[in-house]
């Protein structure tokens, strides 16, 4: 009987890989990689002077076509270490507004973002100072990414284990557009974005805050307010009134933080915040119920994979 379930789920032994037996969605894409699909994108007329990433500690800000120069410029730098497709690289880095750039210039390189097999170590912070002084190719860099084909690996994500042992889970160049593009889809895209402005409290090497900034609010237009450090209430309430966010996206133990909070009489005004998105784990009832008690005016989503 189990074996049945798991046929019937679209699953093939051979490979161990689950298959949808819906038709493909977003088969007109015509992007054979997630740095062609998303790096036009950053030159839209309407965002490309926009900011893309801001650092709600330090004011500094990344337009959508800084993303992309700043991209080009790290990919001409890591390939002139080396760096090619095939090839696998750890990205070791809390949250910044440079994440972003950091791994969109390992992805149109059409490496992999993974535990490498022999280490070649960059300092992160020297890279970014060695490609600010490269202004004589601004933006002039075009990376490989005609090479690149929808199957090839883009990046491993490893799970919890929370059903079991730890296990890196491989995601292509065509799993990347295609979450992307159902995130364009499902949060209103096509210019719809303009106003919306994304909380980021979440770690982005972490798949739920990947998906969430670097597939989901760049791909749309809308800005990202970059929450560094450990997690706190009071410096997120506090960033989320300053920059006037309007969506926050968290975990469930963010949000049964915020409750307390709230119960403590420490919340804020909450401006403009409209809805936060609570995903990675199972929120409880009691907690949701308590979050809409505490928050009357703020929307509570869970969302599951």
Partial sequence: M?????????????????????????AAVAAASFPEYIFPRLLLPDRRARPAFVDASTGAALSFADLRALSLRVARAL????????????????????????????????????IPPAVKRVLIEQLLADVAEDDDHEGTYDPPVSSIGRDDPALLFYSSGTTGRSKGVVSTHGNAIAMAASLEYAWGGGGKQQDEVYGCVLPMFHMFGFSSFVQGAAVLGATTVVVPGRFSVAKTMAAMEQYAVTRLLAMPPMVVQMVRAAAAGESSRRRRLRQVVSSGAPLQREHMARFRSCFPGISLSQVNS
């Fill in 2 to 26: 189990e074996t049945e379930l798991h046929l019937a789920a679209g699953y093939c032994a051979a490979t161990g890989v689950y298959r949808s037996g819906h038709p493909p969605q977003f």
């Fill in 79 to 114: 390939a002139a270490l080396g760096l090619r497709r095939g090839h696998v690289a750890l990205l070791l880095s809390p949250n910044s507004i440079h994440f972003p750039a950091l791994s969109l210039a390992v992805l149109s390189l059409g490496a992999l973002c993974s």
